[in-house]
């Protein structure tokens, strides 16, 4: 069985609208994470994300914003799609605690035109 | 500004050869870990070493670390085609509750 998940795999779309991407987890972990990994493949922090705390990477314009239903799910909203976008989304979990090995998923190839 | 860096950018070695990667960062750490990114895939955790550790082996994988030096390696022996890849290096500063990733090195590995 998949420990992390994301759909899609692949998403084009046009500047200006609005899409999400989801994440699930079956590892029974208490935090996530969603990086964005650029066309030099520097990955970057967006958010961590647990039942208690969001942490938000400052640098992160506010179009994007995580959405957590329940502890096993953090989809990534993002809103007025700009080509600066483009790049790969990996959404990570990790058990709590700040030294834990964090497990990726497959990512999402944002393709915006 | 990013907290790793490794070094060399590319790497190219025969099947059998050795590889060394290296890392450098900047601030105070809890631990170090190093992850692998197959082509078009997501990362995979290789192995974490904690800052009171100076190294530590991993089946064909040994990495230490120098905090004086504010620097780890990771040294994979006997190579096969299967390593070809980019390693990345992730630090967990001290005080934050997230992880600092490296540009990576991309390794090729030739048959």
């Known amino acids: 069985d998949t420990a992390v998940s994301q759909t899609p795999k692949y998403l084009v779309t046009q500047m200006g609208n609005d899409k999400s991407i989801k994440c699930e987890q079956n590892l029974g972990h208490d935090t996530m994470y969603w990086y964005k990994q650029d066309s030099k493949k520097f990955l970057k922090i967006m958010f961590s994300?647990?039942?208690?705390?969001?942490?938000i990477n400052e640098t992160v314009p506010n179009r994007f914003s995580p959405k957590s239903p329940d502890k096993a799910h953090l989809n990534l909203h993002i809103n007025s799609l700009e080509l600066g976008d483009s790049a790969v989304y990996f959404c990570?979990?990790?058990?709590?605690?700040?030294?834990?090995?964090?497990?990726f998923g497959p990512g999402t190839r944002l393709t915006v035109l | 500004s990013q907290q790793g860096e490794e070094d060399p950018q590319a790497l190219s070695i025969q099947e059998g050869e050795n590889a060394t990667m290296n890392c450098s960062y900047k601030?105070?750490?809890?631990?170090l870990q190093w992850y692998r990114q197959n082509s078009g895939r997501g990362l995979v955790h290789l192995i974490l070493i904690r800052s009171n550790e100076r190294e530590k082996h991993s089946g064909r994988l040994r990495v230490t670390l120098d905090t004086s030096k504010k620097s780890s390696s990771l040294l994979i022996t006997a190579s096969r085609a299967a390593d070809t890849a980019s390693y990345f290096c992730a630090t967990d500063l001290s005080g934050y509750s997230t992880l600092t990733f490296g540009k990576g090195t991309m390794l090729l590995v030739s048959p």
């Open positions: 601030t105070s750490i809890n631990n």
């Open positions: 990570a979990s990790s058990r709590p605690g700040v030294t834990d090995t964090q497990y």
């Open positions: 994300y647990n039942n208690k705390e969001l942490i």
